[in-house]
């Protein structure tokens, strides 16, 4: 080990202070070797030196000050619930800090007015006062009133475990700097670089790991931020203009005598937000660059006649084309809503999905190979391997937010010519937020349906307290018996340890109480295909009152009369996930009420509530469900198939994020592969992340 030079591979175990135990800890933090070190980074700093005056100190940051201690005093506790609590006022020439130590009485024999100490914890406001609460502190002498080593005066404070702290992985890493920082390759081009004011990739890895001041950390972070956003909006924006650039996808015209005939199917007149989104629509299928656009719209916007209607363009043109479900109900109903709408033409329409039996779907993927089945409706299953389309054009995928970028790309690549790949649309309710429009889906181009079809009656919402259960079944009984029809959802299908109501506890009590003399279902996801389907038709045609579901009726079930819905335990559910559930009414021309049942125990459960209450507008409550979640397990990486970031913060770095796109698409523009040797490192790095969760294996 000692006659290894010590470069960015080298292995953790090779490190001076890493023994057997601290490596097998560091590996858990998926760190192996010096460069990983280099790249885990602080999530924070402490200022250590004491030199921030009080009159400079902000909220919401941690810092250290240095002061003298005006007064103190021990208040006890008010109460059984109050706590007791020591409280100080520290004072420099500059200002003065309110200091807080709940339940620390010991503190009176500890500190007193006169004292100088340096204090370290996080700022907040209280009252617009200036407060550190229960602090660490330690008291000073009179001349220390400097950091001995200026250079150590911020300390980064490191994402640990607890076999590993912190300040052992500072110590690992602070002797590596000096070594390993002039062994990082820039892979931005320098004049770019400084074009865009950020710092050298070696000064930005410095500074995080020993910054001077937060001037210094704040330009690092830009940078590493930056760098995450131009990779992947490269990587996109290289995969797209490849498959614009050798792919191609069948021309399919729209003509005045075909688009008549597709209308003419529908039984109403579109609206003018779905004509102008089919506008887009046949601008893009009628050229040969494979379409890839998203269309978002509300709950209830009508997005599935949109998707018909391409649907339909490629039928005119005797080609093939696929809509692709998340929910094998969904496919089943939109089969069932299609054929419907289809019925007297010679279309061929096949449902296709996994709990078919092997021998149908053997044939049905038999019809679709020979090219006999014009229109196939399906879940995931699509997706098989096996499954060959004589000349698929058109592919929809609906309910988009259900299905990762990969799973996108395998759909598309079922063209039977390699050369030549299917237009693709994307159906949302679930509108995308801008930033995540730039980036996960930042290979789509975007419609959306802003407007619904007329007539519809605002739905509605009452959220009320378990209290209130059985006030609302009686209340809603009357409307039932008056003709409406109701959905009951529930978290879980059968009795769990948790004590939460089922759908086969809740089903059985409903009958017994309110619908005695009304017809009650069941509909959840272990029931047969079959079984649900009758019972979903059972319930369009109006011979089931009362539908008990899971939330497998969450997306697409489409009942115009049903215009009631109970949502039990509704703070189990997640805001995206009301909002669906609740645009499964509000479709017909009954005034639609939803009720939203709970006695919420967490913060968020309440922001929810209170949010589903407030907000009808599905971009609205995208926008709120995003603030109580966070950015960052919308995008997880799970649900994505793309690595997740660490530097780069989609709610803060909006700015970034655009200016990441439109140079993404200028280096590209100019250079579609990186081959250009300036680019040769942001080539390889961009390959070594993205390489196979974009898929850019077949582009270069
Ligand atoms: P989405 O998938 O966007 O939630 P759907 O496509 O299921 O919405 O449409 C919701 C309801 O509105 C359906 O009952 C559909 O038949 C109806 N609908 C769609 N477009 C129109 C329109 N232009 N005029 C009247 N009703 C419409
Ligand atoms: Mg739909």
Redesign the pocket.
């Known amino acids: 080990m000692a006659d290894q030079p010590l470069t960015l591979a080298t292995p953790v175990t090779d490190l001076p202070d890493v023994g057997p135990r601290r490596a097998a800890a560091l590996n858990r933090l998926l760190i192996h070797t010096a460069a990983d070190l280099l790249k885990h980074l602080p999530h924070r700093w402490e200022y250590h030196a004491g030199q921030i005056p009080i009159g400079r100190l902000q909220p919401d940051t941690t810092a250290t000050a240095l002061g003298e201690i005006a007064n103190c005093r021990y208040i006890p506790p008010v109460g059984r619930s109050r706590k007791g609590r020591f409280q100080a006022t520290l004072e420099d020439d500059t200002g003065t800090l309110d200091l807080v130590f709940f339940n620390a009485p010991y503190l009176r024999d500890k500190l007193a007015p006169g004292m100088r100490i340096a204090v370290t914890g996080k700022l907040t406001t209280f009252r617009d006062y200036l407060q550190m609460t229960n602090p660490k502190w330690h008291a000073v002498d009179e001349q220390q009133t400097d950091s001995p080593n200026p250079d150590a005066a911020y300390q980064p404070i490191y994402p640990a475990t607890e076999d590993l702290a912190s300040e052992t992985i500072a110590r690992i890493i602070a002797p590596l700097l000096d070594p390993l920082l002039p062994q990082i390759e820039d892979h931005l081009p320098d004049d770019y670089r400084q074009s865009r004011a950020l710092p050298p990739l070696v000064d930005a890895y410095r500074a995080m790991h020993r910054p001077l001041d937060p001037d210094h950390v704040a330009a690092a972070r830009r940078r590493l931020a930056f760098d995450e956003l131009l990779l992947l909006q490269l990587g996109l924006t290289m995969k797209r203009h490849h498959t614009r650039a050798h792919f191609t996808a069948p021309t399919l015209p729209t003509t005045p005598a075909i688009d008549r005939h597709i209308r003419d199917r ?6 003018d937000a ?1 004509n102008a989104v089919i506008k887009d629509i046949t601008k893009d299928l009628s050229q040969p660059a494979p379409a890839n656009r998203l269309i978002q ?11 018909l209607y391409a649907m339909l363009l490629a039928a005119a043109d005797r080609k093939q084309a696929a809509l692709m479900a998340p929910t094998e109900l969904l496919a089943e109903q939109h089969h069932a ?1 299609i054929n419907a709408m289809l019925t007297g033409s010679n279309l061929n329409i096949a449902l296709l999905t996994g709990s078919m039996t092997p021998a149908q779907r053997k044939q049905t993927a038999a019809d679709i190979a020979a090219g006999k089945t014009d229109l196939v409706i399906g879940t995931h299953a699509l997706l098989t391997e096996s499954l060959e389309y004589h000349d698929l054009a058109v592919v929809v995928i ?2 988009q937010h259900r299905f990762g970028v990969t799973q996108r790309a395998a759909l598309r690549s079922k063209a039977a010519d390699p050369n030549a790949i299917p237009h693709t649309l994307v ?1 949302t ?1 679930t509108p995308i937020p801008r930033t995540l429009s730039l980036t996960l889906f930042g290979d789509l181009d975007i419609s959306t ?1 802003n407007a ?5 009656q605002p739905i509605d919402t009452r959220v009320v307290s378990e209290s209130q259960h059985d006030d609302v079944y009686t209340y809603l009984a009357k409307r039932v018996d008056a003709g409406e029809q109701l959905y009951v959802v529930l978290p879980a299908i059968e009795d769990s340890s948790t004590g939460l109501r089922t759908v086969r506890s809740h089903a059985k009590l409903l009958e017994e109480k309110w619908f005695a003399s009304k017809r009650v279902a069941t509909v959840h996801g272990q029931l047969k295909p079959d079984t649900r389907a009758q019972i979903m038709d059972r319930f369009r045609r109006g011979e089931i009152d009362v539908l008990v579901a899971t939330t497998v009726i969450e997306v ?1 079930v ?1 009942v ?1 009369n049903a215009s009631l819905m109970v949502v039990e335990h509704a703070d189990r559910f997640g805001l995206a996930q009301l909002h669906q559930l609740r ?1 499964r009414v509000g ?2 021309s009954h005034r639609s009420l939803c009720v939203f049942i709970a006695d919420p125990t967490t913060d968020d459960a309440t922001l929810r509530l209170e949010a589903i209450a407030n907000t009808t507008n599905g971009f609205d409550i995208a926008e709120a469900d995003l603030h109580i979640r966070g950015m960052g397990e919308l995008i997880g990486a799970r649900q994505s198939g793309l690595p997740p970031f660490r530097v780069a913060n989609l709610e803060t770095d909006l700015d970034l994020l655009r200016l990441a796109k439109t140079d993404a698409e200028s280096f590209i523009t100019s250079d579609p592969l990186l081959e250009n040797p300036a680019h040769k490192t942001l080539r390889a790095r961009l390959f070594k992340h993205y390489k196979s969760a974009l898929g850019l294996g077949d582009v270069a």
Do not use: C, N, W, Y
Request: glycine content about 20%.
């Open positions: 529908f039984p109403f007149t579109l609206t779905q719209g509300d709950v209830g916007s009508g997005k599935t006649v949109v998707a809503s609906d309910e159906m309710a349906i619904l079809p007329p007539g519809r697409g489409d115009p645009g479709r017909g």
